[in-house]
């Protein structure tokens, strides 16, 4: 059984950063895609960034580029997300997501694709 948790989340100032971490666990397939996501209180769930293990190649939202960046060590078992310039408009509970089937091997940043969610570290950005 796939298996994610979501750790690093804290309180930061304006400017600052942050690393999330993503502990991924059950996992066999080699090809898949994994994002973050993040839940603003009440706004609807935002896809930030995602890459497929078939091409690497990682994508960001607008609001986001520039500023986050995603990674995973693949010996650990875990996937990143490295926050810079943290502005308060980044807070929020941000979640990882895994997509055992991604289409034709690419990640897209839609709720609706993803099979697994981890449960969720809190973002407050504020002075």
């Known amino acids: 059984q796939l298996r994610l948790v979501e750790s690093g989340g804290d309180l930061v100032q304006p400017g600052g950063s942050l690393r999330l971490s993503c502990a991924v666990s059950?996992?066999?397939?080699?090809?898949?895609?994994m994002s973050w996501f993040r839940q603003a209180p009440g706004r609807e769930r935002e896809g930030i960034t995602c890459f497929s293990t078939y091409d690497g190649d990682p994508f960001y939202a607008a609001s986001v580029r520039g500023r986050f960046t995603i990674s995973r060590d693949n010996a650990k078992n875990t996937v990143y997300l490295q926050m810079n310039s943290l502005k308060p408009e980044d807070t929020a509970l941000y979640y990882c997501?895994?997509?055992?089937?991604?289409?034709?091997?690419?990640?897209?940043?839609?709720?609706?694709?993803?099979?697994?969610w981890g449960q969720g570290t809190q973002v407050t950005v504020s002075s």
């Open positions: 997501a895994a997509d055992v089937n991604p289409p034709f091997n690419k990640c897209v940043l839609s709720t609706r694709e993803y099979d697994y």
């Open positions: 059950g996992f066999t397939k080699d090809y898949y895609a």
